[in-house]
């Protein structure tokens, strides 16, 4: 699914989301997937992924959870 995030009328993330429906999980019924370049010119990019546990309820909330986790980590 193809997700663009705006701030300010810039976009600042732009990319394809992968939804998968989860079995046997006791919180959450799906999961959200992408590539995330690394910023590094020639290192293989990193596989993002996300549960569907709220707040997270949609490919884009996925892309936002993930890139706040990153700032509060320092990367």
Do not use: C
Request: net charge negative.
């Amino acid at each position: 699914m193809p997700v663009q995030d705006v701030f300010g009328g810039q976009t600042i993330w732009q990319g394809s989301v992968e939804v998968f429906n989860l079995t046997g999980h006791p919180k959450a019924k799906k999961a959200y997937a992408w590539l995330d370049p690394d910023g590094e010119e020639h290192a293989a990019a990193k596989v993002e992924t996300i549960l569907e546990i709220p707040p997270v309820d949609s490919p884009l909330s996925a892309v936002w959870a993930s890139n706040i986790a990153a700032e509060m980590r320092g990367l």
